[in-house]
């Protein structure tokens, strides 16, 4: 007896979960999530302007990229053919990393040319925020406190504090699911619910973050990217590794 009240507490508390609260909270809290998710892409969509994407920027960045695909298999290139690769980026006269640069390409210019890229980066946060204020005050003032799920397989107690959040009980074991945590689960994993839905990208929350956290600049400083890789590739050295296959290859062949 001591041992299973040992293991139970060891475990945490253990709760049969009503289902009153699956039908009362969770589902619609779930629907709720669903429907609005929905009504931000529609609106997101509406409000979203025909944007052009410019040449001189798509060439810019597929540049920058080559050159990474450059750096990352040159091993499977000689000498020669990467000398030659090389210079074509590096060059100090021709190469591609050293000729000016369009002053449009760069992000802050672009935002004082283009209105367009402000207003639009103010949509997109709008559409974001508003909804996520609406929902979390609605969640949390009619059904705070409420258990609704429990996960089916063990977690450790790191997971407490996501998966708990607005119920302070520390015997209660950590596999149980609160009625807030729900509605962050519902919030940033629906994604790809809505995408099966919908048949098209949906708004991204995690994306829109990325770019609060990046100053709010879509668009790649094109100065900064290619400076930053031609140095990449002038202090790289190169090393081939085809020749150490070449002549165990032959033996290989000659053998049969």
Not at 23 to 37: C, S
Not at 193 to 219: I, K, W
Request: with cysteine.
């Amino acid at each position: 007896g001591r041992e299973r009240e040992r293991e139970r507490e060891k475990r945490g508390t253990m709760l049969t979960l009503d289902p009153q609260v699956r039908n009362w909270v969770m589902i619609p809290i779930t629907f709720a999530m669903l429907l609005i998710g929905i009504l931000r892409h529609l609106v997101a969509k509406l409000l979203r302007g025909s944007t052009t994407a410019k040449v001189k920027s798509i060439q810019a960045k597929q540049l920058v990229q080559r050159s990474q695909y450059l750096r990352a298999h040159s091993s499977f290139l000689n000498r020669a053919a990467f000398a030659q690769r090389k210079d074509y980026f590096c060059e100090k006269e021709k190469g591609k990393f050293n000729q000016k640069v369009d002053p449009s390409l760069n992000p802050q210019a672009q935002m004082m040319s283009d209105p367009s890229m402000l207003t639009d980066m103010l949509t997109k946060n709008l559409t974001m925020v508003v909804p996520q204020i609406v929902t979390g005050a609605w969640v949390n003032f009619f059904f705070s406190g409420f258990v609704v799920a429990k996960v089916p397989f063990p977690l450790t107690q790191k997971f407490k504090l996501m998966l708990q959040r607005g119920v302070d009980l520390s015997s209660l074991d950590v596999t149980y699911i609160s009625s807030l945590s729900w509605y962050f689960l519902n919030l940033f994993g629906m994604g790809g619910l809505l995408q099966v839905l919908l048949g098209e990208r949906t708004f991204d929350d995690t994306a829109v973050m990325q770019q609060q956290m990046s100053m709010g600049a879509p668009n790649m400083d094109t100065t900064g990217a290619m400076k930053q890789e031609r140095e990449h590739l002038e202090m790289m050295t190169h090393t081939w590794r085809v020749d150490q296959f070449i002549t165990p290859a032959i033996d290989s062949l000659a053998i049969r």
